[in-house]
């Protein structure tokens, strides 16, 4: 983010990196500030290794940059010297983007489809198109697929389950072993010729693109409904022993997790567990304290083109949920827009104030709200629910009296939270030794930060 006007025009500073202007994609790695690209280069490297895994997760939670890096994936792939062994094709899906078919598997097939065009035999298509129909949604499905197979192949194919599916149910209430056996069967036969069929569009698929492995990469999982998300993982386990087809999920493992959990609540089933079994390789994104600090200064100085902004990389808070890149982000273009405010020259209000008020908003935001005010009275009792113990340490010898005040009881949540405690303890240091001129320094940022639209 070295520019927010690439040659082809603005771009918003919320959305992901990615190619603005086609004839020049190197542009995405001058904005690349966090150099997620160093990553990218090493799960690159990693998909070209022969004992690589069939599924790779990328892990972080909202807003840490997963489309961002596989953004920089695909163009650090697609610009790789030629020399270099093992190309890949990478493949993009953006789950939430069609969630509501229903049918998380069609956009796979359909992105082969467009790879492969019609070299792949008809029974191939049927065997592949039967099992997502089967996954999905069977009229939603049919309504997708028809748009790009055969009409008459579908149908037959929709009609075989649905017969399979009522023979089985009648049989399954006459309890007749001998049926359900040959269910059994039957599935066990199926998901074997799915897997040589998928096997067969992906070998197909590499040779149209002149590439060694295809890497469907799948983004956004974590903001689909949790039935959809379950039945895409259980649906594509039988695709994850194809070779030459590595399957990577962008998401927050502890939201899919969580879904897992919700799904088979009530048995020993762990969320975790399930997607440490099917996935098991990850990469984590995520800021470190020590690392990262220069370049997370670097990017907000950026995005408020100062310079000067007064914020140090050793003041900010080394807390996972703060350091978040796209709460960072945001809280920096909140200090641009107080900073462009008509009477900002009469705000006495640090830069670096503003910034940590509008990042915990950012992070927390219901807490946020309850501390917003233009009240000194209000803001102090909050503020010494942090300090008051500080406060009034004091020695026998201190000749000052203990301070008394009214403090303003927060929510459980709020006062069992150690990371909120650390926070407002750093950020808000200043206000053990100057209190009144603190908290109105507090209350101008406030009402500036609530003139760009916070509460």
Same mark, same amino acid.
Request: charged fraction near 25%; include cysteine; glycine fraction near 4%.
């Given at each position: 983010?070295?520019?927010?006007?690439? +040659?082809? @025009?603005?771009?918003?500073?919320? =959305?992901?990196?990615?190619?603005?202007?086609?004839?020049?994609?190197?542009?995405?790695?001058?904005?690349?500030?966090?150099?997620?690209?160093?990553?990218?280069?090493?799960?690159?490297?990693?998909?070209? =290794?022969?004992?690589?895994?069939?599924?790779?997760?990328?892990?972080?939670?909202? @807003? %840490?940059?997963?489309?961002?890096?596989?953004?920089?994936?695909?163009?650090?792939? $697609?610009?790789?010297?030629?020399?270099?062994?093992?190309?890949?094709?990478?493949?993009?899906?953006?789950?939430?983007?069609?969630?509501?078919? =229903?049918?998380?598997?069609?956009?796979?097939?359909?992105?082969?489809? $467009?790879?492969?065009?019609?070299?792949?035999?008809?029974?191939?298509?049927?065997?592949?198109?039967?099992?997502?129909?089967?996954?999905?949604?069977?009229?939603?499905?049919?309504?997708?697929?028809?748009?790009?197979?055969?009409?008459?192949?579908?149908?037959?194919?929709?009609?075989?389950?649905?017969?399979?599916?009522?023979?089985?149910?009648?049989?399954?209430?006459?309890?007749?072993?001998?049926?359900?056996?040959?269910?059994?069967?039957?599935? *066990?036969?199926?998901?074997? $010729?799915?897997? !040589?069929?998928?096997?067969?569009?992906?070998?197909?698929?590499?040779?149209? *693109?002149?590439?060694?492995?295809?890497?469907?990469?799948?983004?956004?999982?974590?903001?689909?409904?949790?039935?959809?998300?379950?039945?895409?993982?259980?649906?594509?386990?039988?695709?994850?022993?194809?070779?030459?087809?590595?399957?990577?999920?962008?998401?927050?493992?502890?939201?899919?997790?969580?879904?897992?959990?919700?799904?088979?609540?009530?048995?020993?089933?762990?969320?975790?567990?399930?997607?440490?079994?099917?996935?098991?390789?990850?990469?984590?994104?995520?800021?470190?304290?020590?690392?990262?600090?220069?370049?997370?200064? !670097?990017?907000?100085?950026?995005?408020?083109?100062?310079?000067?902004?007064?914020?140090?990389?050793?003041?900010?808070?080394?807390?996972?949920?703060?350091?978040?890149?796209?709460?960072?982000?945001?809280? *920096?273009?909140?200090?641009?827009?107080?900073? !462009?405010?008509?009477?900002?020259?009469?705000?006495?209000?640090?830069?670096?104030?503003?910034?940590?008020?509008?990042?915990?908003?950012?992070?927390?935001?219901?807490?946020? +709200?309850?501390?917003?005010?233009?009240? $000194?009275?209000?803001?102090?009792?909050?503020?010494?629910?942090?300090?008051?113990?500080?406060?009034?340490? +004091? %020695?026998?010898?201190?000749?000052?009296?203990?301070?008394? %005040?009214?403090?303003?009881?927060?929510?459980?949540?709020?006062?069992?939270?150690?990371?909120?405690?650390?926070?407002?303890?750093?950020?808000?240091?200043?206000? +053990?030794?100057?209190?009144?001129?603190?908290?109105?320094?507090?209350?101008?940022?406030?009402?500036?930060?609530?003139? %760009?639209?916070?509460?």
């Amino acid at each position: 983010m070295n520019t927010l006007q690439p +040659q082809n @025009g603005k771009i918003s500073i919320h =959305e992901p990196l990615e190619v603005t202007d086609p004839e020049h994609p190197e542009e995405i790695f001058e904005r690349d500030i966090l150099k997620r690209s160093d990553l990218a280069k090493r799960i690159l490297a990693r998909l070209r =290794e022969g004992d690589c895994p069939r599924a790779l997760g990328i892990y972080g939670g909202w @807003g %840490t940059g997963k489309t961002s890096l596989l953004n920089l994936m695909k163009q650090l792939n $697609e610009h790789s010297p030629s020399e270099i062994p093992g190309k890949l094709h990478i493949l993009s899906i953006d789950a939430w983007e069609h969630e509501s078919s =229903e049918g998380l598997l069609i956009p796979v097939v359909v992105e082969l489809n $467009e790879l492969t065009g019609d070299d792949v035999p008809a029974i191939v298509w049927s065997i592949v198109v039967k099992r997502v129909l089967f996954a999905s949604t069977v009229f939603l499905a049919e309504t997708a697929l028809k748009t790009k197979f055969n009409a008459e192949q579908v149908e037959s194919g929709a009609k075989q389950i649905k017969e399979m599916v009522a023979d089985a149910a009648v049989h399954d209430v006459g309890n007749n072993h001998a049926s359900i056996l040959r269910k059994w069967k039957n599935e *066990a036969k199926e998901i074997k $010729e799915t897997n !040589k069929a998928f096997a067969s569009l992906i070998d197909s698929a590499r040779k149209h *693109a002149g590439a060694n492995n295809i890497v469907i990469c799948i983004d956004n999982l974590d903001r689909c409904s949790p039935d959809n998300v379950v039945r895409l993982l259980e649906s594509v386990k039988v695709f994850f022993n194809v070779p030459n087809c590595t399957w990577v999920f962008a998401m927050d493992s502890e939201v899919i997790a969580s879904y897992i959990n919700h799904k088979y609540e009530g048995t020993k089933m762990d969320g975790n567990s399930y997607l440490d079994k099917i996935i098991p390789e990850q990469y984590h994104l995520s800021l470190s304290p020590t690392l990262d600090r220069k370049r997370i200064v !670097k990017l907000l100085r950026n995005l408020v083109h100062n310079n000067a902004f007064e914020i140090n990389e050793n003041d900010i808070p080394q807390i996972p949920r703060v350091l978040v890149p796209r709460r960072l982000i945001k809280s *920096a273009a909140k200090v641009l827009d107080f900073n !462009k405010l008509p009477d900002r020259n009469e705000m006495s209000v640090p830069q670096t104030l503003v910034f940590y008020l509008a990042l915990l908003y950012h992070v927390w935001p219901d807490f946020y +709200q309850r501390f917003s005010s233009s009240s $000194e009275t209000h803001i102090r009792s909050i503020l010494d629910n942090f300090f008051l113990l500080e406060a009034s340490a +004091q %020695t026998v010898s201190d000749p000052l009296p203990p301070i008394k %005040t009214n403090l303003l009881p927060l929510l459980k949540d709020y006062a069992e939270d150690q990371d909120l405690a650390y926070y407002m303890k750093t950020v808000f240091s200043e206000y +053990q030794h100057q209190k009144n001129i603190f908290v109105d320094e507090i209350i101008s940022g406030i009402s500036g930060l609530r003139k %760009t639209g916070l509460p």
